[in-house]
């Protein structure tokens, strides 16, 4: 899928082609079979001056592609590529794909004037700041749909016909509220037509409570990730904007405080790292209170423990699922040493828990790294 960094970096440059007068193809990687670099959702915009931002495969694509994207722009008219890696020679595209896999990417020009054309749907999708389902339709055949329907929280925007909006209506539901893409097979002026089902989910929100040297990396990386970042602390001379150029917000607030300057919800990651026990104790006292999707604890076993246990002593009971989302001591066992690798690690360890995933090396993975979910057609 496309991060929402990739997002962004898209529609700044989708936004400079305009300003410049250039034409302009999106590429979205529609279906993958077997293995490959990029899954479905993965996207990039060509322009015609040979410009690419963003990437549908390891690099390995992205020069024929763009020429299947220039073929597109000449055209006007979306077209869906095929390229086939399972021959082990890669004879049929001679691109040395690197995977044994199928990988269907569609094409799609940009009609600027079109106010719901695919890079503004994703403009929407960014500046909602929420989770999103995004729906684009191909097939096999000529007909191309492309990118048609776009659902938030209460609104929806389609310009599919209703009968079609109809049918696709229940599929994005699920999609919305299980945060999980899908596909289905539906038949689209009598011909059979592929929707992918797209949960596009909100970066990653970073709270950091604690605003030593140590926190530097830590904000490089989650910005370099796309992730939101807030860093917070007691200390005047340490939050400060010219110390974490790369955070989206860094505030001076006592532990009580902090949770009416931000927003929370599952999405919402805190880091405690201010190296000051009351003050992260006092932190966590809070945000107890709202909705979280993880906490991590820097520091021993023990740090947690007592912190745990003077919760409870002043009232706080923590459910199982409270307690799961709690990590003491932070981070994957990586054997780091310095800043920058213990960043690596909490940073590793916070995507493998919301990703729902072991954290364990591929190599030890029996079956795929990515799966497939299809509903069936009704």
Known sequence: MTSMKEIREIIRAYDKAILDNKQMVLATVVQVDGSSYRRPGARMLVTDDQIITGAISGGCLEGDAMQKALFAMATGENKLVTYDSTDEDDIQFGLHLGCNGVVHILFEPIQKDNLQNPVELLRSIADSGGDAVLVTLFSQKKIQPGTQLFRMQNSIISNLPDEIQELLSEPVRIAFQEKQSSFLDIDIEQTACTAFIEYIEPPVSVVIAGAGNDVKPLVEIAAMLG?????VDGRFSYATVERFLQADKVSYSRPEDILSKIETDSHTVF??????????????????????????LLGPAQKRDRMLSDL???????????????HGPTGLDIGAE???????????????????RSGSPLKMKKEAIHNRTVIPAT
Do not use: C, P
Request: without cysteine.
């Open 338 to 356: 310095n800043s920058t690798e213990i960043a690596l690690s909490i940073l590793a360890e916070i995507k493998a828990f919301l990703s729902g």
């Open 271 to 296: 880091l405690l790292m201010s190296h000051n026990y009351n003050y992260d104790r006092g932190f966590l006292a809070e945000i107890l209170k709202q909705e979280f999707g993880y906490i991590g």
């Open 227 to 231: 992730w939101k970042v807030t860093v």
């Open 312 to 326: 409870q002593d002043q009232g706080i009971r923590l459910n199982e699922e409270q307690l799961s989302k709690i």
